[in-house]
């Protein structure tokens, strides 16, 4: 299974289990793959994911404060507001960040 499968099933697991998929975890998810990919390689692959991940669920991007506690509690993002992976991790989720929820 390639880290793209992988993260495809984890998200999807994610979005029945949550109702919700932070886009932080995207990246933070392959990681912890420990296979030694690249920042560049891991952009890549987050953003074919996204792109499979929001061709195959009704969802749409909310920016939310974080702790995220309350689903209710998020701003629709504008329309064409690029991905945050959140790439250069230090371990901390800034405040505001993106969350795919359903429609």
Do not use: K
Not at 30 to 57: K, P
């Amino acid at each position: 299974m390639t880290p793209l499968d992988e993260l495809i099933e984890e998200l999807d697991a994610d979005l029945d289990t949550w109702g919700q998929v932070s886009l932080y975890e995207f990246s933070w998810f392959l990681r912890g793959l420990d296979r030694g990919l690249s920042e560049e390689e891991i952009a890549d692959i987050c953003q074919r994911t996204y792109d499979e991940f929001t061709i195959r669920n009704t969802v749409h991007l909310e920016w939310f404060d974080w702790p995220l506690t309350d689903l209710s509690a998020g701003r629709r993002a504008d329309p064409g507001t690029p991905p945050d992976f959140d790439i250069n991790t230090t371990g901390t989720v800034d405040s505001p960040f993106l969350v795919l929820v359903p429609d």
